[in-house]
């Protein structure tokens, strides 16, 4: 059957196809659900949603092409599968139109064997929205019966913060034009961050659609998105991409490695509650979700507590626990003081804080915020076993010296910073006079030098969690994003260094400026004091293709940095 004639004589489910596109979760690097788009018939020329939904509205049958949709989209999805969440686009005017059949969206699912928990109505771009206190009383409706509403390109024509505000979305989907080179732009990205901290404080997830390059990925990653939509995650197509894809999951895996350290790598999600949630409803919920151990109360973002399994069911256990606390609400019966970290905390600091804290049990679980806004929780037995796993890792690998990084884990970092960032500083840190120094002072002298510098290094980089490591010899390296101070940090490590060398020497030595040691050819010269030679070079992910390629560039800063006599920080050009 042809389109037009379809729509003229009411569309048949069959008439049209359901593409999904599958929508994933950066945290577990999986498929979280689908969204489904409307096909219609192969080369037609309505075969396009925009051309159907218009020619729909010309001929006055929106309603019946409304009703086709979500009947092809259900049923389509339910051959596939009756496991996560289905996306159905919804033309926010039909869904308040007296004329559309009322309850028709949750029979259908229901036959095709969906709870509507599992169903998202996503009210669509397309149309324009008439009346928002009619949508807003559907949307209530749809609520009541368990549906789940998203809102479609916020930041478009009309899903603005008004929109948000008034019908309180599950999920809300960033506007493509926002996410399309997001990297390299700084607007779109004070955009997508503010967006994200008001969606966790309105209890919203967000969901950044239209990715189409790593590079996007990569930066709303590092945002703190944490579903993803879009040609790079996956095509729309008939049949469902059950797995995420080999090129996605190296870079979710990538950022997971250079976030490894830090307390937002082990964020999970747990359903939260308000204060004023009836105790009751709380206890049941726990009866019905076993591996649940804790819940967090939350309001309007702003942590206020935390319910936990066991305290709950001992205050429900007594002979009067229900008639005395079943209608209280839970803030009243909640523990006021958790322990509340920020997701930039290093990892071996949260583990101080639980150490320290008697009541920290290693069952219990910590609440993690962002600029005050909750993230999530994450359990104090992952917070273990993560930082054991670390210094495992880091011990193998560590330079014997100066225990900092070796060359395993500096060829890892750099690989992952290549991943993960558009272009990065590296700096190379090269001993100038090492060598005579060594041969005139012993090894064990020149091993003190080294482990100082090593020390110097690994204080000022805790300031701003930079990865410094030590190659090997008198060699150590530093990487810096584009917001770590680089020149700062180099200039104060010279300054260290220069200020505490002479320490090293003798007094006769020191007040000489130096020692006559021999040269490599074995003839004897005057060499001042240790100096720091620092190569900087930018690197840029497009055009360097591994570590070698970064160490090439680096070496090379390195040894323009080692024709100056002093200690000097050298910027490739």
């Not at 004639?5 to 929508?23: C, K, M, N, R, Y």
């Not at 919203?204 to 790079?232: D, N």
Request: proline share 5%; aromatic share 10%; hydrophobic share 40%.
């Amino acid at each position: 059957m042809q389109c037009a004639q379809a729509v003229e004589t009411g569309i048949q489910f069959s008439d049209l196809q359901a593409h999904f596109q599958p929508i994933v979760n950066l945290h577990q690097s999986a498929i979280i659900g689908y969204e489904s788009l409307i096909r219609g018939p192969s080369e037609h020329p309505l075969a396009m949603p925009r051309e159907l939904f218009a020619y729909a509205e010309r001929i006055g049958q929106s309603n019946e092409l409304e009703i086709a949709c979500r009947r092809a989209a259900l049923q389509s999805y339910a051959r596939f599968t009756h496991e996560g969440l289905l996306f159905i686009n919804a033309n926010p005017n039909t869904l308040y139109d007296p004329s559309f059949p009322r309850g028709m969206t949750i029979r259908e699912a229901e036959l095709a064997g969906f709870p509507p928990s599992q169903i998202v109505i996503e009210l669509s771009e397309q149309f324009p929205l008439n009346n928002i206190n009619k949508l807003k009383n559907v949307i209530t409706q749809y609520r009541k019966q368990g549906f789940k509403i998203a809102l479609d390109d916020l930041g478009s024509a009309y899903a603005g913060l008004t929109i948000w505000a008034e019908l309180m979305p599950d999920f809300v989907k960033i506007d493509r034009y926002f996410i399309q080179e997001i990297h390299l732009s700084p607007i779109k990205r004070e955009f997508v961050r503010s967006i994200i901290t008001t969606a966790r404080a309105l209890g919203a997830e967000v969901i950044a659609e239209g990715i189409e390059t790593e590079f996007e990925l990569r930066e709303l990653q590092r945002l703190g998105v944490t579903l993803a939509q879009g040609y790079f995650i996956g095509y729309p197509a008939p049949t469902l991409q059950l797995q995420v894809s080999q090129r996605v999951h190296q870079v979710i895996d990538s950022f997971r490695q250079a976030r490894k350290d830090i307390i937002a790598a082990l964020v999970e999600q747990v359903p939260t509650v308000s204060p004023d949630m009836p105790s009751l409803k709380v206890l049941d919920y726990f009866i019905n979700n076993k591996e649940i151990m804790s819940l967090p109360v939350i309001e309007h973002g702003n942590v206020l507590g935390g319910v936990r399994r066991e305290q709950l069911l001992e205050t429900f256990s007594s002979s009067f626990g229900r008639s005395l606390y079943g209608n209280k609400p839970i803030g009243k019966l909640m523990e006021t003081n958790p322990l509340v970290v920020d997701c930039h905390t290093p990892l071996e600091l949260v583990s101080e804080l639980v150490t320290e804290d008697s009541a920290v049990e290693v069952h219990r679980q910590i609440l993690v915020t962002e600029n005050g806004i909750y993230q999530g929780i994450v359990s104090v037995r992952s917070i273990l076993k993560t930082i054991t796993d670390l210094r495992l890792q880091s011990a193998r690998h560590a330079n014997p010296l100066t225990l900092l990084p070796g060359n395993v884990p500096i060829h890892q970092e750099i690989e992952s910073y290549l991943q993960s960032y558009p272009s990065f500083y590296v700096a190379y840190f090269d001993l100038n006079n090492f060598k005579p120094y060594n041969d005139y002072y012993g090894y064990g002298n020149g091993d003190r030098v080294l482990q100082w510098l090593g020390q110097i290094l690994s204080q000022l980089a805790q300031v701003d969690n930079i990865f410094v490591g030590h190659v090997g010899g008198d060699d150590f390296v530093a990487l810096f994003t584009e917001k770590h101070p680089w020149r700062e940090f180099c200039e104060q490590v010279i300054h260290l260094f220069d200020n505490g060398v002479a320490d090293f020497y003798h007094d006769n030595d020191r007040l000489a400026g130096g020692i006559q040691a021999q040269d490599r050819n074995g003839d004897m010269q005057f060499f001042g004091l240790l100096g720091l030679a620092i190569g900087v070079v930018n690197i840029d992910s497009a055009t360097c293709v591994s570590h070698q390629d970064v160490a090439a560039l680096a070496s090379a800063a390195k040894a323009l940095a080692k024709t100056k006599s002093t200690s000097t920080v050298h910027l490739l050009s």
